[in-house]
């Protein structure tokens, strides 16, 4: 039986893709076939809503926290454990900061004021706070409401002094309350017997 012409192209084909397939048993690696294209190797995957100017927005924003609760404990300790009133507190910390920039974070409109002061915890002596850590001091919204604008998260700056970036997960375990301590009440044992 007589092989055609496209038979014929067709085996040599096969061999030819077997052959430049073929990794010799030396472990040598083969070399692509003359004309084949190579691909690059592959660049680690990056997260394009986290470019090198939005993490550059999310920590001036974060610095901006971090001057705010810091004029915020310069002020505490100049009036005897007591913070400022939230309808007044940046007037209240001109003394201790005089940029007005630091109330605006990099995302909003100029002249915006983007940190709002936890009213619960405005006017208060702060060694109220039993929770320091947890409890909101300041935090990027308005309302009681987190503007959750930096790849879903926002600034909070806490009792304590420390800022951070928190998502929703995160935002639901906050505390936006003073929590006074709760009075002791003494156990008393009734006598034996009675």
Not at 106 to 124: E, F, H, I, R, W
């Amino acid at each position: 039986m007589k092989r055609t012409w496209g038979g014929r192209l067709l085996s040599i084909g096969i061999a030819f893709g077997l052959a430049a397939t073929h990794t010799p048993a030396t472990g040598a690696q083969a070399k692509p076939a003359a004309g084949a294209q190579t691909k690059p190797p592959a660049k680690a995957p990056t997260n394009p809503a986290v470019s090198a100017q939005a993490r550059a927005q999310e920590n001036l924003c974060l610095a901006n926290a971090k001057q705010i609760t810091t004029a915020i404990m310069m002020y505490v300790k100049a009036n005897k454990g007591v913070t400022p009133k939230d309808a007044d507190y940046m007037n209240a910390l001109t003394p201790y900061n005089k940029k007005p920039e630091i109330f605006q974070c990099p995302l909003d409109p100029k002249g915006t004021v983007s940190y709002t002061m936890n009213s619960a915890v405005a006017g208060t002596a702060i060694n109220t706070v039993l929770l320091p850590s947890s409890t909101v001091l300041i935090y990027e919204g308005t309302g009681g409401k987190l503007n959750f604008k930096h790849s879903g998260r926002a600034v909070v700056g806490f009792v304590d002094g420390r800022c951070s970036l928190v998502d929703a997960s995160r935002a639901s375990t906050l505390i936006w309350t003073v929590q006074a301590p709760k009075p002791v009440t003494p156990i008393t044992k009734k006598p034996a017997g009675k």
